[in-house]
């Protein structure tokens, strides 16, 4: 059996089993939350989300958070019916009826709503939107670097589906992630659609050589926020970072690799097509950037 680790493992916690979800304005016990299944979002992957992580009694870059969902929703036309600061309070309510103080994750997700029949057209949409929020206890617990395979699944252009987008409509990365499984991987290393290094299933991905960090343009990746804070830590710091196309050779020939995300932050990458990577462990560039994100989190929570 494959020794499967994900980028969103975490340490089982009972306290899950009991949490409170935030459903429509109301906040309810985990077996009551349930959508209808004329949902869009059940019935069309119609909607998007975010996810946000409670360090220390603090949600960090909560309003970059709120601005990346606002602008998500208007582009598919969703009216939340809410402003940031009441979808804010709605985390802090749903926070404290959990007695959540660290260690937490939000899954905030607006889908159109209701459908008054089961069709595509967002119009049959006429009661929306569902807005719901799954806070959960959740350590990271990844007990090794990541494998990744390539696959022939591609992030697309903009006129497509946009890949800055998140939106409940993730078939492409699922049949990504399976396609990395059957070839023995933990996740999909996903192409742009010149066959240029993109981005994994999940999270946003980095290469180091020669003490430099390489990242991709970001034309056809999420514009993750936590890739931006790398990018930003690595000017700050004087490392030398670059946005640009990259080939699946310069990622072979890699001294370190590594995956940044809300939920794990910046996890280390082992191999890559069979290919080990440095040494197969974290590496000095990752350690480092590791340690600087983690002063970026303890400034956020003083302020």
């Keep these: 059996m494959i020794d499967t680790v994900t ?3 975490a340490q089982d916690d009972a306290r899950n089993e009991t949490i409170l979800i935030y459903l429509n304005g109301k906040i309810v016990p985990k077996d009551q939350a349930v959508v209808s299944v004329y949902d869009s979002g059940f019935m069309l992957g119609d909607g998007v989300w975010e996810g946000l992580r409670l360090y220390d009694g603090t949600w960090a870059f909560i309003d970059e958070h709120m601005d990346r969902l606002f ?3 208007k582009a598919v036309d969703i009216n939340i019916g809410m402003t940031p600061d009441q979808v804010k309070q709605a985390i802090f309510d749903t926070q404290a009826a959990n007695g959540m103080t660290t260690d937490a994750h939000a899954r905030l997700m607006i889908t159109r709503g209701p459908k008054v029949r089961p069709f595509q057209h967002p119009a049959l949409s006429q009661s929306g939107p569902t807005i719901t929020i799954i806070m959960e206890h959740s350590k990271p617990s990844i007990p090794r670097p990541i494998r990744l395979a390539t696959v022939p699944h591609l992030r697309g252009l903009p006129m497509t589906q946009d890949p800055k987008l998140n939106s409940h409509s ?3 990365c699922i049949l990504a992630c399976i396609a990395a499984e059957k070839a023995g991987a933990d996740e999909a290393l996903m192409l742009d659609i010149n066959g240029f290094v993109n981005t994994t299933n999940a999270c946003n991905f980095f290469i180091v050589r020669k003490g430099a960090v390489w990242t991709s343009t970001g034309d056809y990746c999420m514009n993750g926020i ?4 790398v990018i930003d830590l690595c000017k700050a710091d004087g490392i030398p970072v670059y946005e640009r196309n ?3 050779v310069d990622t072979y020939g890699a001294d370190e690799a590594f995956l940044t995300g809300t939920f ?5 990458v082992g191999s890559i097509d069979g290919r080990v990577i440095g040494t197969g462990d974290m590496g000095p560039m990752t350690q480092h950037i590791r340690s600087l994100y983690k002063s970026l989190i ?6």
């Design 246 to 248: 990259y080939s699946l």
């Design 71 to 73: 602008e998500a929703a």
């Design 264 to 268: 794990g932050a910046q996890t280390p």
């Design 170 to 172: 993730k078939l492409n």
């Design 298 to 303: 303890e400034q956020e929570v003083a302020k």
């Design 7 to 9: 980028t969103h493992q």
């Design 226 to 229: 936590t890739r931006q804070k």
